[in-house]
């Protein structure tokens, strides 16, 4: 068979096969008399046998090993390859996950591209700083790359940096929203509570939605943080997540002082109340959580409250009776320096 006919039978070209010649990979088994090279089937499939072993990745040194040399095993090879691909790819998927973050950054020009390969490259800093500093000029130095700011702040743990990230992330819109909504599913619970962290720093409809969706969410910890959220933004639907935070003792101050803010608003007040009171008449927790439910009371205005703190002051528990007589006394005493109610 002459070279250009094993050529086309192999797909190696007539010149990668005298390369392969001039190292020894392969030999033709002889000339015609013009001078042609002449190949055996068995040469032919050697041919084959090295395009198999290249598409692995060996080199043509290794494959001539490979074939060659009985002692030479492919377990530490192979398992180097499997090693050099992995690195391979991780690299290729760190430089596609750079230019999507390039493309939908929508640069006018070079100009903003290398300023957000800048800023790509100090937000993956070692130096807390550095982070810092970027995240604080994102906004300033041009298009954000959002995704880029989304996946640093679901990774930061310096608090310091995720602060900034956190008001990075505010001031570019909803653009980052549905990939923050997306960080409460992670199987990583600081990533859950790093999203719904960063969501509650975004003041409009669209995250406030999105928090009392994580109000349902399995981890307490997010619910927590929606609560409290939502509790600033004046959300009644936060109430009994934040009951259960002060019975629970995790974030009981804040909590409370949530629900003081929620009680601003008169509808909701006897709503708490009786919230707080419910809970207190379940007979089922220990003294220490129903003290710190008598003392979310102080913040609750209204009737329902007065009336169940009058009903506290007599509790079987010291704590919560003396805790709620001492409350009750600065009610009425507030009471009675309001204008119409001097003595």
């Keep these: ?201 975004i003041p409009n409809d669209e995250a406030t939605a999105v928090l009392r969706d994580a109000l349902r969410n399995p981890d307490i910890v997010v619910r927590g943080y929606a609560a409290l959220a939502l509790g600033v933004r004046g959300v009644a639907d936060a109430v009994p997540t934040l009951i259960d935070m002060i019975v629970e003792e995790r974030n009981d101050a804040d909590a409370a002082d949530a629900l003081s803010t929620l009680a601003g608003d008169p509808a909701l007040a006897d709503e708490i109340a009786a919230g707080l009171v419910d809970c207190l008449a379940g007979g089922t927790m220990g003294p220490s959580a129903r003290r710190r439910l008598t003392q979310a009371l102080a913040d609750i205005p209204g009737s329902t409250t007065t009336r169940a703190l009058a009903d506290l002051s007599h509790d079987e528990d010291r704590g919560v009776a003396l805790t709620a007589a001492y409350i009750l006394k600065l009610r009425n005493a507030g009471t009675a320096a309001l204008p119409g109610h001097q003595r």
Excluded: C
């Design 1 to 201: 068979m002459l070279i250009g006919d094993v050529a086309k039978r192999s797909g190696v070209s007539a010149r990668m096969l005298r390369h392969y010649e001039a190292l020894g990979l392969v030999r033709p088994t002889g000339r015609t008399g013009s001078g042609y090279r002449e190949y055996s089937s068995e040469t032919v499939r050697r041919i084959f046998h090295i395009e198999s072993l290249r598409s692995l990745g060996l080199s043509l040194r290794d494959v001539r090993r490979a074939l060659d040399d009985p002692g030479f095993t492919p377990a530490e090879l192979v398992d180097d390859l499997i090693r050099q691909t992995r690195d391979r790819i991780a690299a290729e998927t760190e430089l596609l996950r750079r230019l999507h973050r390039i493309d939908a950054a929508e640069p006018a020009g070079w100009q903003d591209v290398l300023q957000t390969v800048a800023l790509l490259q100090a937000l993956g800093s070692k130096s807390a700083g550095a982070r810092q500093r970027a995240a604080l000029s994102a906004v300033e130095e041009g298009p954000v790359p959002v995704e880029a700011l989304v996946e640093a702040v679901l990774s930061e743990s310096d608090p310091n940096v995720a602060g900034a990230l956190r008001w990075a992330l505010a001031q570019s819109g909803e653009d980052g929203l549905a990939l923050l909504a997306e960080g409460l599913g992670s199987p990583a619970a600081e990533v859950r509570g790093r999203a719904v962290q960063s969501i509650a720093e």
